[in-house]
């Protein structure tokens, strides 16, 4: 099982950036999936998170608004749009798979992870 994040980069602030995470085993399409991000000297935190059908989604309020979280289950891919970014934003991302079907905040449900992706944003 592994999850594959892609899309990081550098983006001006108010700009836009859109990450993937590819999912190959045999998790996912039964799965809660989410984003997390971890900026440096800070805890963990998450960001969004989505049911195994896409039906339900959670944002943290500071990317409420801003973020998008949606998933392709025919693409085993899940993705998370990114708009208006802010200097606060910067951090490394992680998706990560749910043991259970539902969109969830809490990292300690999530058993797979991804290897991260960095997100840089210029003030």
């Known amino acids: 099982v592994q999850l594959q994040a892609s899309g990081g980069g550098l983006v001006q602030a108010g700009g836009s950036l859109r990450l993937s995470c590819a999912a190959s085993?045999?998790?996912?399409?039964?799965?809660?999936m989410g984003w997390f991000r971890q900026a440096p000297g800070k805890e963990r935190e998450f960001v969004a998170g989505i049911s195994y059908n896409g039906a339900s989604t959670l944002y943290s309020d500071s990317v409420k608004g801003r973020f998008t979280i949606a998933r392709d289950n025919a693409k085993n891919t899940v993705f998370l749009q990114m708009n208006s970014l802010k200097a606060e934003d910067a951090a490394v991302y992680y998706c990560?798979?749910?043991?259970?079907?539902?969109?969830?905040?809490?990292?300690?449900?999530?058993?797979?992870w991804g290897q991260g992706t960095q997100v840089t944003v210029s003030s």
């Open positions: 085993g045999r998790i996912f399409s039964n799965n809660g």
């Open positions: 990560a798979a749910s043991r259970t079907s539902y969109a969830q905040t809490t990292a300690r449900v999530y058993t797979y």
